[in-house]
T-cell receptor, first 115, second 110 residues
């Protein structure tokens, strides 16, 4: 079974530039998550989709971050404009169901460096 | 969401059993406890999930006392390849909402 795919794997940009990340979840998984993981910390949930609807985006900095899930499958996360503190690994995860027995499958992540 | 507290780091030796305890004092009735493992430059990987008492799979056991205010991940006979960060999560049933803490860095020595 193919895992969660993410691209790019690495991205270096200057502050105030824009960047976008792409995620393709495991086929059939209804729930998709985007996490931000700063070095030395645990993953922080940015947004959670159930199919193409948003379940939780309470920690998404909406003035600069946006995300969408096209047709309930692929998803993109955008940062515009980027700040130095956005340097982190952005992880995408998917799960078949939300809640009980909710095993999340993570992609390899995109490492973003903002200069 | 219930906040979780874990030790920052633990050391062990190959072949030993390792127990990592997580505190979650504000866990709600419908919440589940899940543990993930993360290696450097990789996304977290699911280890085990439970609601109460004991759950065991091929890699670990999860012990949850009756009050559910804590849980213990038990790794039998660890090897060098078990060196990783281990995260305890409390997840809301039927919602999937969860919060990762900062995890426990386990270092297994030869």
């Amino acid at each position: 079974e193919a895992g969660v795919a993410q691209s790019p794997r690495y991205k270096i940009i200057e502050k105030r530039q824009s960047v976008a990340f792409w995620c393709n979840p495991i086929s059939g998984h209804a729930t998709l998550y985007w996490y931000q993981q700063i070095l030395g910390q645990g993953p922080k949930l940015l947004i959670q989709f159930q199919n193409n609807g948003v379940v939780d985006d309470s920690q998404l900095p909406k003035d600069r971050f946006s995300a969408e899930r096209l047709k309930g499958v692929d998803s993109t996360l955008k940062i515009q404009p980027a700040k130095l503190e956005d340097s982190a690994v952005y992880l995408c995860a998917s799960s078949f169901l939300a809640g009980k027995l909710n095993e999340q499958f993570f992609g390899p992540g995109t490492r973003l460096t903002v200069l | 969401l219930a906040k979780t507290t874990q030790p920052i780091s633990m050391d062990s030796y190959e072949g030993q059993e390792v127990n990592i305890t997580c505190s979650h004092n504000n866990i709600a009735t419908n919440d589940y406890i899940t543990w993930y493992q993360q290696f450097p430059s990789q996304g977290p990987r699911f280890i085990i999930q439970g609601y109460k008492t004991k759950v065991t799979n091929e890699v670990a056991s999860l012990f949850i006392p009756a009050d559910r205010k804590s849980s213990t991940l038990s790794l039998p006979r660890v090897s060098l390849s078990d060196t990783a960060v281990y995260y305890c999560l409390v997840e809301v049933s039927n919602a999937g909402k969860s919060t990762f803490g900062d995890g426990t860095t386990l270092t297994v020595k030869p």
